[in-house]
């Protein structure tokens, strides 16, 4: 009975053979995930909200997400969700953001 309880404390607290990679994957996801929104999210604020463009801007990186993620050979989990929702949304907000300090001018002819 100690034995088959030590040997699960063992499984359970140390990493396990892959894990690092699996995190590595898991932060470039989600850095490629936040890069990818930057733009989107200057795009978005520059939009009168709840209009199709708006609407636009928020939805169509989501295939890319979806094929930076399937690169990376990751399954959609509620383990891994959080942090790709996170960091979907956190690009979106900073390139809103962005766009509040320098906001796009179109060049006078």
Known sequence: ?????????????????????LWWRILITCL?????NLPFGYWRGGLRKLSFLWFLAIHAP??????IRKFNQLQLSWTLAPFLLG??????????KLYGLKPWKKPEK
């Open 62 to 67: 989501v295939p890319l997400v979806i094929l």
């Open 1 to 21: 009975m100690a034995d088959c309880t030590i040997l699960l404390l063992i499984t359970t607290v140390l990493p396990q053979p892959g894990s690092e990679e």
């Open 32 to 36: 490629a995930t936040f890069v990818i």
């Open 87 to 96: 960091s979907f949304f956190l690009g979106q907000f900073a390139g809103r």
